[in-house]
């Protein structure tokens, strides 16, 4: 039997959810998200504002902890 492709996306997200839950799903779904904007741009422009104290001020620093979402 041959599908469509949006018979394949609709068969593709039932399992993902079922197989995954909801959270489980967006979280596998977002891995593929490209993002928006130029990341060597960015990169570059943090690279020429930030010097090496910085860097290393910010590695002295302790992290703070995340709120455990699940």
């Known amino acids: 039997m041959r599908r469509t492709p949006e018979q394949i996306r609709t068969m593709g997200l039932a ?3 079922r197989e995954l ?3 489980g799903m967006v979280r596998f779904l977002q891995q593929f998200d490209g993002g928006s ?3 060597a741009n960015e990169r570059d422009a943090w690279a020429k504002r930030t010097t090496l104290e910085d860097i290393r001020k910010a590695a002295q620093r302790p992290r703070r902890r ?3 979402t699940t």
């Open 21 to 23: 839950g909801a959270a």
């Open 15 to 17: 399992v993902l959810r």
């Open 66 to 68: 995340r709120a455990k």
């Open 37 to 39: 904007g130029d990341w």
